[in-house]
């Protein structure tokens, strides 16, 4: 799929529902097939792309659980999501969403680079991997 969750219009994700997908109160449907509801212990989650309302999901302060975000407005956090959906293919970055609360609680970026050694080929570096802490230890 390689674009992040919306890119236009408040809530407006992008992509068809995966087949079998059901939305739930806190997140749109039709995510390019990511939106998954396990069994088991990960009922209570929802693994999808990055929306642009995730921001106000508490997206900034679980990445301050990883490092240092320094200043990072809304506005400014809007301005990144939209560079990253400019470059279908390069990013993408997928959230675990707790249905409960409603709250973003674990993230993961797969930043895809081509490479002008190995004939062109393709290399992926995940970055900015974190998990809330009140929720790790549960296999997100």
């Known amino acids: 799929t390689g674009r992040l969750g919306t890119r236009s219009g408040a809530g407006a994700p992008h992509g068809a529902p995966a087949p079998g997908s059901r939305a739930t109160p806190c997140s749109s449907a039709g995510m390019c097939g990511m939106v998954t509801r396990s069994a088991s212990a990960h009922r209570d989650y929802t693994l999808r792309l990055l929306e642009v309302e995730d921001y106000g999901k508490g997206y900034a302060s ?4 990883l490092t240092d975000v320094g200043d990072f407005p809304e506005a400014r956090f809007v301005e990144v999501f939209n560079y990253h959906g400019q470059c279908p293919g390069a990013y993408t970055t997928i959230v675990a969403e707790h249905q409960p609360t409603c709250k973003v609680v674990a993230t ?4 895809v680079e081509r490479k002008y050694v190995h004939a062109g080929a393709s290399i992926g570096h995940v970055e900015d991997v974190v998990v809330d802490a009140a929720h790790r230890g549960r296999g997100l």
């Not at 679980?62 to 659980?65: I, R, V």
């Not at 993961?108 to 930043?111: E, G, M, V």
């Open 62 to 65: 679980l990445l301050a659980q």
């Open 108 to 111: 993961a970026t797969l930043l």
